[in-house]
């Protein structure tokens, strides 16, 4: 069975500053999806980015930018000039490719703290 | 374009009571998801509907929890009777077969507390 593993709860970076959020997965998989979800309190889950693993290439969303490092089962997420606005739960998320399965399996979320 | 609704967003309820939570899908969105989140930690999927049908509920707690989706729109999840541990947030969420693969559309969710 496939597992999402997030080992830091919480962590808190400074306004502006860099902060760099861990996840590692476990899958026998060769082909499938990443995602970073983004929960910020009492609001609703939205995407953050997303990788395929078929792709080298690390995703990049404006602030947000991955590494994925497929070898090491491993998928960061790096929030550069971090704002007070990005003070959340981030949650990993491992989605498999083909079959009838749309289910996502989440990690246990890490809150962020940002401090101005 | 209209999100995911959910209600109620907050209930309080005693053990052994039943309970309700209700979601609306996004327009044109033939997959559903119940996740049910525990304080602290990630969703976990309770059951995924495919249009009408279940597709995946493996998950569900059959012995007491119960879920619909009528006409393949909105759908409800029940829970009968209600034991302490079913206190969390129960979110909905949607998506459809364009777009993008595995992304989801979340409600605001429902937050249970059974005392």
């Known amino acids: 069975a496939q597992t999402v593993t997030q080992s830091q709860p919480e962590m808190s970076v400074q306004e502006a500053e860099t902060v760099t959020l861990s996840c590692t997965y476990d899958?026998?998989?060769?082909?499938?999806?990443l995602f970073w979800y983004k929960q910020p309190p009492s609001r609703q889950m939205i995407l953050v980015i997303r990788?395929?693993?078929?792709?080298?290439q690390n995703a990049t969303e404006n602030r947000f930018s991955v590494n994925f490092q497929k070898a090491a089962k491993s998928f960061s997420l790096k929030i550069s000039d971090s704002q007070l606005g990005d003070a959340a739960m981030y949650f990993c998320a491992y989605r498999r490719t083909g079959g009838n399965t749309g289910k996502l399996i989440f990690g246990q979320g890490t809150t962020l703290q940002v401090k101005p | 374009e209209a999100g995911v609704v959910q209600s109620p967003r907050y209930k309080i309820i005693e053990k052994k009571q039943p309970v309700a939570f209700w979601c609306n899908p996004i327009s044109g969105h033939n997959t559903l998801y119940w996740y049910r989140q525990n304080l602290g930690q990630g969703p976990e999927l309770l059951i995924r509907?495919?249009?009408?049908?279940?597709?995946?509920d493996s998950q569900l707690p059959k012995d007491r929890f119960s879920a619909e989706r009528l006409k393949g729109v909105d759908s409800t999840l029940k829970i009968q009777p209600a034991e302490l541990g079913d206190s969390a947030v129960y979110l909905c969420?949607?998506?459809?077969?364009?777009?993008?693969?595995?992304?989801?559309?979340f409600g605001e969710g429902s937050r249970l507390t059974v005392l």
């Open positions: 990788q395929e693993a078929y792709k080298q």
């Open positions: 509907y495919e249009n009408e049908e279940a597709v995946d």
């Open positions: 969420a949607s998506s459809s077969g364009q777009g993008y693969p595995g992304e989801l559309f």
């Open positions: 899958t026998s998989e060769s082909d499938y999806y």
